[in-house]
């Protein structure tokens, strides 16, 4: 059973940081490429960060977080992480973790629908 799980949460000022972790389980995790989403109550789940599979030397990041957020991946731990730096108050959401099995290695996904397993979520505050 191909399983998820998301930590790291909380509620930080403006300015500040968090890293996200998601340990995956019951697959082969490197070949498996990943992403992160986020989504606020009432609005779609948006597309935040990818890293392709094997040894994520693609990736991908929404407009709104390139430049403060950065997504990477260790194999030999089944985690893929991302690293929030400056965060602002609109970076408020609950944060999903996302895994497809990926055929290429170069490839990152970024659409939602291309991702058939999810994570439970982890709640992100930034007050201001």
């Known amino acids: 059973q191909v399983q998820l799980v998301e930590s790291g949460g909380g509620l930080v000022q403006a300015g500040g940081s968090l890293r996200l972790s998601c340990a995956a389980s019951?697959?082969?995790?490197?070949?498996?490429?990943m992403g992160w989403f986020r989504q606020t109550l009432g609005k779609e789940r948006m597309f935040v960060a990818g890293?392709?599979?094997?040894?994520?030397?693609?990736?991908s990041y929404a407009d709104s977080v390139k430049g403060r957020f950065t997504i990477s991946r260790d194999n030999a731990k089944n985690t893929v992480f991302l690293q929030m730096n400056s965060l602002k108050p609109e970076d408020t959401a609950v944060y999903y973790c996302a895994a497809t099995r990926s055929w290429s290695a170069s490839f990152v996904y970024t659409g939602r629908s291309t991702y058939n397993t999810w994570g439970q979520g982890t709640q992100v505050t930034i007050s201001s």
């Open positions: 890293i392709s599979r094997s040894d994520g030397s693609s990736t």
């Open positions: 019951g697959l082969t995790f490197s070949m498996y490429a």
